[in-house]
């Protein structure tokens, strides 16, 4: 960093080392910093991660500790280091994961619990986890479970399903031995339901919590006594730091602020800079100075009077978070309406590391349109404290300042100081209501703040205030319905006057942007009822006889859902007593990576150490869906600093991809991201800058298809119909008693792997050599498309795959893509090519799961029996054909699931459309095939007025049989499931629960379901099953394992440890995985559909044993030798001590013509039975208990089977209820990061989770009888969909309508308000989006 103006010394520690910056870059944000510096000759920490760059996953937590010179107190909070700009660091310390343990050193006990407790599968989230729980035990060393969950709620991970990592955060609380769960207290481990696992050889430990570390707190970390010095100053002066393009500066006290924001009034000041930043970093808002007053005491003071609180603007959410639950402890209940409300949504706001960041001033001041807290202080009467220069003045935070009206607004050189926020009066009271696509860390979808004060004694209202969030450009005020309802009673008169002036004056075009017009309109009427019932409440709790009675049945929906820790139980069998101690198979062994991971020591591709001159690409995309290419113009960004070359389709030497996908755009562009050229730059920052300017010029071609609905319409497909049938399904309709006709439409999904694709090209000096460090699942694939792009054989290239963090299909096919990108650039520049797509680009480009639409006809007898059925696919494949064509035939060939339908067609197709083409995800066609089966199932159960589990029993698999490709196969195991499912779920009872609650509940439902699964492993074809593995034997004794497999967090380099562990018959120690490559092992396949361990452990074990056999000679000749003895003798004897293994596939075949072949080795089979609650008022809902019961056969390791197990069915749970793709109905796509796509937290996760790996039984094609769980987790997943279903059934029979509803998928809170119809939802007419066009369309 080196500018020409002069800076101050940015002062500050890092790990208990001081910095000194001497140039530092306002624009540099922290996480860059410590990932890509050397500070203080220490190498570059890249424990710290990129996930997203916007605040949102968590990745890159840090903690920050400051000393306080008020309280003279040290102040450790966590923060997201992508947001927090390095010049905002003077005098605070700095603590990154490499801090708090390693490896070298000493590991930390929270490193080594989230480790050993296998909260670890990829480990790229693992050390933003590890910050936020070690920040919490720093602040409370025995913290609550409701504060890990609090403290957890900004941390995302896609591989474990969270509940490892929650035990291992759990066991510091006090409170950790027991669940609380139930109502009197008593622990879950200890009901009755749970018998089943306390079987003899039934395990239920995956580790030994005795074997950890006592923690003790006292220890470590000692704030620098100069940083106390410095907080300390008495003169505090201006500091300025002066970047490349930006200056920051930082007064110390509130005068210098005044008069810097004089001189520059335009200048933001930036506090948490959660709101800035962002803007800055993805809508390329500039600004040339930035003022930082986070030095200024003033801003930081809170005084307590009778009238109310003042709060120091530069407190942060987190801070005043306390504040108002000390004040509220202390203050009687009616003087704390506000509070109160303030209160319930700090819990929920963001994310731990955002709430310690983003200031109340800065919150205030940014004006969200979906501020939280906003629309309650608005109501609330609050009041800005605000000054400048010329004095100071009070600001009504009202809703003319939300609005923005200039003359209620600060003027630009003012500064808030402060905000008043009043007790509440005797009859005053307060609301606040939001409800957004998840319950933690997600911006509300609509929110309210809404307040009424009554005459004394009465129920007549003097002044009513409601303020939206959520269904406008700023908080919307509903004034004029408050004025008209002023002088009312409050009774049902006024609340139904009160929602029609309310959806009177608040309207939302059907364009309007974030769509979900209905839903959001029935928000805003749902929450004013909401508030009508909670004041009548209180009313009638001051004054029980001057109000009636409000029928019990509808006061629960005045609760929201708790953030309840989840908890659970894994039960497998135990391994044989008889077992050698040593011989791992069949053991919980812990995560070979897991404390590398917990240490940030383990090494992910962009943490490799940069490369002498070294460059960064970054890409430019189509912003049509389908246009000629008219010209690129690259003049004005190749003129750019640090600018080296800009790279287009001319620059590729050999094949530029194929004809149907190309590297780089070739002459046309077919969807809205695809890649046009690349631009390489010394800094990705100047690469990201010189993107911008390049200039593309387009001519719209068509059509553009963007729907399937589209796609069928221009008879756009990739590939034929595929088909499959059994029986006579025309004869079958003939005599069934009912028929019914429908259709389903399922959405897609994002990978959402928490590293994003990465590629790093390093060319070499000699015959065009090239070393590939790729995030992929396929390194041949990667070699292959490189070497084709360059024209040279693949014998120059060597593809390295240390580690993928997280992969799920999507790294299988694009990284290749991606890699040849880079490779090209690397070959026309002759540099090393650094090639890491930011979070927004990754999803742009690199397509996801293929939205599905079935349309059936089923016909049933009226028991419910499935006599026929006639199916119909399509899959949205996007823009090129990838992987579609199979997935839609792995659709088909799965979607029977569990049942024997004798007469049965399914006929598939995928679309060519005009988006990011879609790929392989994580059950491969299987997800959603299936999930129109459930569909219809449900659906007939509803028609037949049976229960749908008793339909689905009656129509599943019973006795050897073939499947509707005709593969035999025996379902003894699906029924097992099946009936252990319903066994440990108490279902039968619970579901009589569930029927009392909905009786006593109008507003909330419960809904339970239970799924059986039937899903089939594997490839259609031999070759693709094949392993090949490479073993030495060292003359020292150690080992060294190469094998074909990719270590994508799934644990199969632990397994291929343990299988050479029993085979050569050493401890695991001896035994080291080092990375794969294609010149160890060539010509691999794909690391994917659930087979990776299966094939390789074969093809290890196929090494260790010739090795073995070599040995045995010298092993009998000397049995009480050493294996180093033997080791050594057979060296001496000229024994070769290095073996490849090799296993050539399962058999495997389909014959399309005939819709027949033996394609899979083996099914795995399961059930899932989940329950959960919906708030039929706001679509909420909260997943109550999970009980899934899988068949493993034999697990080489339960810790990682059951991993793989949760880990699935979380994301399943997410594709099912949660994640949602939105699409412009031109193929944009907005949703491109963690604020506009939702996956799982962990508050989403069932509260109960119990999985039980069935008891084994045989599997003899796989190694050691086990079975690949990679994949069928994902589908379980719908039982949660269909508990759901369940749900919104109970709700619409009660109100009298129809329950035979499909849902599509997935059932966000949209889906499930809308289905639940109401009084509330025939309020709102149904758009008609004919007359203009949405902000989105449904694309399946
Ligand atoms: C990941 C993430 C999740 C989020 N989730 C939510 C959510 O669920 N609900 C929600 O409501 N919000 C959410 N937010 C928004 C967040 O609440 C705001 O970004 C935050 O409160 C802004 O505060 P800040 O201190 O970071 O502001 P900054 O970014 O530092 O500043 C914001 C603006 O305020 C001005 N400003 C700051 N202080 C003052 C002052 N004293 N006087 C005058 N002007 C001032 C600045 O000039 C600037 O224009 C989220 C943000 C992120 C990044
Ligand atoms: S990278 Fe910082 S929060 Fe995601
Ligand atoms: S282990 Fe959490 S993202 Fe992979």
Redesign the pocket.
């Known amino acids: 960093m080196s500018h020409s103006k002069e800076s101050d010394e940015l002062v500050f520690f890092v790990n208990g080392r001081k910095v000194i910056e001497r140039n530092p870059d306002p624009e540099v944000n922290l996480l860059f910093y410590l990932r890509k510096n050397h500070i203080l000759f220490v190498f570059q920490l890249t424990g710290t991660k990129y996930g997203c760059g ?3 996953c968590g990745a890159c937590t840090v903690m920050i500790s400051r000393y306080d010179p008020i309280s003279k107190k040290i102040c450790h909070f966590s923060v ?1 280091a992508c ?1 927090v700009p390095i010049c905002s660091l003077y005098g605070v310390a700095v603590t990154t994961v490499e801090g708090v343990g390693s490896i070298k050193t000493r590991i930390h006990p929270v490193q080594e619990r989230i480790a050993k407790g296998h909260g670890t599968q990829c480990g790229f989230c693992t050390p933003g986890m590890v910050m936020s729980i070690y920040t919490l035990l720093r602040n409370h060393p025995e913290p609550s479970t409701e504060q890990l969950m609090e403290t957890l709620g ?1 941390n995302l991970c896609r591989c474990t399903g969270y509940r490892p990592i929650v035990e291992s955060g759990k066991s510091f609380s006090p409170s950790s031995s027991c669940c609380q769960m139930n109502k009197e207290g008593k622990c879950c481990l200890d009901q009755e339901e749970n018998e089943p696992e306390k079987k003899a050889n039934v395990c239920t430990k995956l580790y030994e919590k005795e074997e950890f570390q006592p923690f003790d707190p006292t220890q470590e970390f000692i704030f620098p006594p100069e940083l106390m010095r410095i907080a300390e100053e008495p003169q505090k002066k201006v500091l300025t730091f002066h970047g490349e393009r930006t200056t920051w500066i930082a007064p110390g006290t509130l005068n210098d602020l005044l008069r810097l ?1 004089m001189k520059y009034p335009e ?13 800055m970093k993805f809508k390329e808002v500039f600004h040339p100075v930035i ?1 930082s ?1 986070a030095r200024i005491l003033k ?1 930081f003071i809170v005084t307590n009077t009778k009238e109310g609180l003042t709060v120091g ?2 407190l ?2 987190a801070q005043v978070k306390d504040i108002l639950a000390d004040v509220i402890r202390k203050l009687p209940e009616e003087k704390t309406q506000l509070y109160r409300a303030l209160l319930k ?1 700090l819990k ?4 731990q ?3 310690n ?10 004006r ?1 349109s ?5 629309p309650i202080l608005g109501v609330g009467n609050c009041v800005l404290n ?1 000054a400048s220069i010329e004095g100071t003045q009070q600001i009504p935070l009202n809703d003319h300042f939300l609005a923005g009206t200039t003359d209620a607004n ?1 003027k630009p050189e ?4 402060s905000v008043f926020i009043p007790v509440s009066k005797k009859w005053e009271f307060v609301s606040a209501f ?1 409800q ?1 696509p998840r319950q ?5 979808t609509v ?1 309210a703040g809404m307040s009424v004060i009554f005459k004394d004694g009465t129920n007549t209202v003097v002044d009513l205030n409601i303020l939206y ?1 959520g269904v406008g450009p700023t908080t919307v005020s509903a004034s004029k319905s408050c004025q008209q309802l002023i002088g009312r009673c409050w009774d049902e008169g006024m609340l139904s006057d009160a929602r029609r002036l309310v959806l009177d004056e608040i309207t939302l075009p059907v364009s309007a942007p974030g769509g979900m017009v209905e839903f959001r309109r029935t928000l805003m009427i749902s929450f004013l009822f909401k508030f009508y019932l909670d004041v009548l409440q209180q009313l009638k709790m001051r004054d029980p006889s001057g109000y009636p009675d409000i029928s019990k049945k509808f006061l629960s929906v005045l609760e929201d859902f708790p953030l309840t820790i989840p908890h659970g139980i894994q039960s497998y069998k135990c391994v044989d007593p008889q077992q050698p101690p040593q011989d791992p198979v069949g053991r919980p062994i812990m995560h070979q990576s897991g404390i590398k991971h917990a240490t940030g020591e383990a090494v992910f591709c962009d943490d490799m150490p940069a490369f002498p001159e070294e460059l960064f690409l970054a890409v430019v995309t189509s912003t049509r869906p389908h246009a000629k290419l008219i010209s690129i113009d690259a003049s004005e960004a190749l003129a750019l600093p640090g600018v080296v070359d800009v790279i287009t389709a001319r620059d590729v030497p050999g094949d530029n991809g194929s004809e149907e996908e190309r590297l780089y755009a070739q002459d046309e562009v077919i969807c809205v991201g695809q890649i046009i050229c690349t631009v390489a730059a010394d800094s990705y920052a100047h690469a990201k800058q010189a993107a911008r300017k390049v200039k593309i010029a387009y001519q719209d071609m068509e059509p553009v298809i963007v729907s399937i609905q589209d796609a069928i319409k221009h008879q756009s497909f990739i590939g034929p119909e595929k088909k499959l049938e059994q029986g006579n399904i025309e004869e079958a309709f003939q005599s069934v008693d009912q028929i019914i006709e429908g259709e389903v439409h399922f959405g897609g999904q994002e990978h959402f792997y928490m590293e994003t694709q990465s590629v790093l090209v390093v060319p070499k000096a000699e015959d065009k050599e090239m070393d590939i460090y790729v995030s992929s699942q396929d390194a041949a694939l990667t070699q292959e498309m490189v070497a084709y792009a360059l024209d040279i054989p693949k014998n120059r290239i060597n593809c390295h795959v240390k580690r993928v963090g997280g992969a799920f299909g999507g790294k299988a096919g694009k990284p290749a893509l991606l890699a040849a990108v880079a490779a090209v650039a690397a070959n026309k520049t002759g540099h090393p090519i650094r090639f890491i797509l930011e979070r927004g680009d990754d999803m742009l480009i690199t397509g996801g799961r293929h939205p599905l639409r079935g349309k059936y006809k089923v016909g049933f007898m009226n028991n419910g029996k499935i006599e026929a059925a006639d199916i119909e696919c399509h899959i949205n494949g996007g823009c090129t054909p990838d992987d579609s064509e199979l997935v839609i035939e792995y659709a088909l060939l799965k979607l029977e699931n569990a049942y024997k339908i004798p007469n049965l067609r399914v006929r598939g197709r995928a679309c060519k459309t005009n988006l990011p083409s879609n790929t392989a995800f994580r059950g491969f066609g299987f997800p959603q095939g299936a999930f129109v089966t459930e569909a219809w199932m449900t659906a007939v159960a509803a028609k037949c007025h049976l229960p749908p589990e008793k339909v689905r029993e009656l129509n599943m698999y019973k006795t050897i049989d073939r499947t509707i490709h005709k593969q035999e196969f025996d379902p003894k195991n699906l029924i097992r499931c099946w009936e252990k499912c319903m066994e440990n779920s108490s279902y039968y009872l619970r579901k009589k629960a569930a029927e009392e609650f909905n009786q006593q509940n109008y507003w909330k439902k419960r809904g339970i379901a239970i799924i059986p699964m039937k899903f089939s492993v594997g490839y259609p074809k031999t070759f693709f099953y094949q392993a090949a593995a490479l073993v030495h034997i060292y003359t020292d004794g150690s080992v060294l394992v190469a094998h074909g497999g990719v270590e994508l967090g799934q644990g199969i380099n632990t397994k291929m440890l343990q299988v050479a562990s029993r085979e050569l018959k050493i401890p695991m120690s001896y035994i080291h995985l080092g990375e794969m490559n294609t010149v160890t092992v060539p010509n691999t396949v794909a690391t994917a559909a659930s087979t990776g361990a299966d094939v390789n452990g074969k093809a290890v074990q196929n090494a260790c044993q010739t090795l073995r056999r070599r040995l045995e000679p010298i092993i009998s000749k000397s049995p009480h030798g050493s294996w180093k003895d033997w080791v050594n003798e057979a060296f001496t004897q000229s024994i070769s001590l290095s073996a490849t293994g090799y296993f050539r596939g399962y058999e495997a075949n389909i014959d399309w013509e005939k819709g027949e072949g033996d394609i899979f080795p083996y099914f795995v089979f399961g059930a899932a039975c989940s329950e959960v609650e919906i708030d039929c008022l706001t679509g909420a809902h909260k997943n109550i208990r999970t009980d899934i019961v899988m068949d493993a056969s034999f697990s080489i390791n339960p810790a990682v089977d059951i991993g793989q197990v949760e880990g699935a069915f979380t994301q399943g749970l997410g594709l099912y209820t949660l994640e949602e793709l939105k699409y412009s109905p031109d193929g944009v796509l907005y949703t491109r990061g ?2 506009q796509y939702k996956i799982p937290s962990i508050t989403d996760i069932p509260e109960k989770l119990h999985v039980s790996l069935l008891t084994p039984t045989q599997n003899p094609i796989a190694i050691y009888s086990s079975k690949g769980l990679g994949e069928s987790g994902m589908f379980l997943g719908s039982s949660v969909f269909f508990a759901i279903t369940d749900a919104v059934a109970a709700a619409r029979k009660e109100r009298g309508l129809a329950p035979t509803l499909i849902m599509n998928s997935p059932a966000t809170p949209e889906q499930i308000r809308m289905a639940c119809v109401d009084q509330f939802t025939d309020l709102i007419p149904q758009i008609d989006s004919t007359c203009c066009k949405p902000w989105s369309i449904p694309v399946a």
């Open positions: 916007g605040g949102d997201t947001l900004g924001k200048a933001p000041l930036v506090m948490g800079n959660t709101s800035v930043g962002p803007a003022l007053p801003l603007a530069g942060s959410l949504h929920t706001l963001a994310g590391q955002i709430r960041m983003a200031s109340l001033g800065g919150h205030i001041i940014s969200l979906n501020s939280d807290l906003n605000v600060l003012q500064v808030l100081v939001r957004a933690q860390n997600a911006l509300a929110n969030g963690p604020r």
